[in-house]
């Protein structure tokens, strides 16, 4: 089960990692890979880029 204070590295490996990242990116995350999703949580990296963290994490744990 993913939840908003996960890091973004840790979600990637939670299931399939290309239907995870297909969401993240349609979401508006881009940068999925760089220095900040080792050291950022969904609600962190969602609040920089305006996505609402519950629609996001309903929508990662559908792919689940």
């Not at 949580?41 to 629609?55: K, N, P, R, S």
Request: glycine share 6%; hydrophobic share 45%.
């Amino acid at each position: 089960m993913i939840s908003k204070d996960m890091l973004i590295v840790d979600i990637l490996e939670q299931g399939d990692s290309e239907k995870l990242a297909e969401v993240l990116m349609e979401s508006g995350m881009h940068c999925l890979h760089c220095a900040l999703a080792h050291g950022e949580t969904l609600e962190q990296a969602a609040a920089v880029h305006g996505i609402d963290v519950d629609e996001l994490v309903s929508k990662l744990n559908s792919v689940l």
